[in-house]
């Protein structure tokens, strides 16, 4: 599911509206309002087009590396299930069946309140992935998938062998020999992981409008907005996602903005880190947000804030290079943008992180990870 949210207002007077955009399965509600007691419904239908019997349906919460599941269900003889949801923000479904001599499966995000209709489960495939740290050594551990509870441990080589697993974006917890954990975002290509501390923001190389790490905590959605812009080269956050150049992979995020005069105009790309406006997470954790990031013009880094009667910010300004250059904001960093704020306070009520600028300015942005005590 994809959505798309605008910010309209400035200096923190937002209100977002989530547009739900066609996708490949048709989404439909699931009963119940969406208010608890919700039934999730589906049709898996199998690599022959035809719906997959006996099935096994599996439902856990997205953040959560139990193997058990929250509710379990099977298809009927046309492929059809339906299953019990319980109160929670995010899940997967996680479908395993038979079909004839291939193996099928698919591994869902469902949001709270959504069925997800049609479900075309694959071949199973095996994937590999090897882990190593920045400098290319490899890195040996034993990983435990987010929302599946599948655990694999790599050689020496930091290999492994992803047997079962359904070619899905996954996120899982490496436990090095030393003991040391990570939380890695695993695409469902495969391939080399570095192992790093923090959480993978985004890497836009996926999804344009929900973000890595929103995949696992339930938010996380994109948006743009401007106020006063005569040019904007990125009208809509389904076109900000960028294949020309990026820092270190498939993508990056590219967003510009031109005024006619240096008014009260604004433009901003960002993103909410709760499953909708309404929901603030809490971001005392935060030690830094790292980013790789090129352009021109001046950009102000913020984190917006609900006060409980409005919002309020917390920002760092920088100026992009030509080329791409890392930059890391250190929660100490961050300034409050109405006096007698405080940051100890307001981080425990974020709503929105946001890439903003009032004059005109071109940047792309990559590899975002938030570093702290906690996950968001």
Known sequence: MKRWLVALGLFGLFSLIGLLDSCSTQVTTAEGG???????????????GKGVMGASVRLRASSSLDSSALRTAATDSTGFFRIGQPVGNAFRLE????????????LIDVDHGQSPGRILAEARSARQVRLRDRSGKPVAAV???????RTVTTDDSGYAALTDWPSADLWVRATS?????????VPASGGELEVEAGWLLDDFEGAQSRTRLGSLIGGGWWYVASLGADSQSTRDIALTRDTLDAHDGRASLRAGF??????????????????????????SGLDSLVFWIKGRGTVRVEFVADTGGGVTSHAFVLTPDSVWTRHAVVASALAPIDAGRSWAVDSRRVRFLQFIVFQAAEFRLDDLRYFGKARP
């Open 34 to 48: 969406g208010f608890g007691g919700e039934t999730i419904s589906g049709l898996v239908v199998g690599v022959s």
């Open 177 to 185: 020999m030393n003991g040391e954990t990570s939380d890695l975002f």
């Open 95 to 106: 479908v395993a069946g038979q079909e004839g001599k291939d193996s099928v499966r698919a």
């Open 258 to 283: 031109s005024f006619t005069s240096a008014s009260t105009g604004y433009g901003l790309v960002g993103f909410h880190f709760g499953p909708t406006q309404a929901d603030p997470v809490d971001l």
């Open 143 to 149: 990983l435990k998938a987010y929302g599946l509870g």
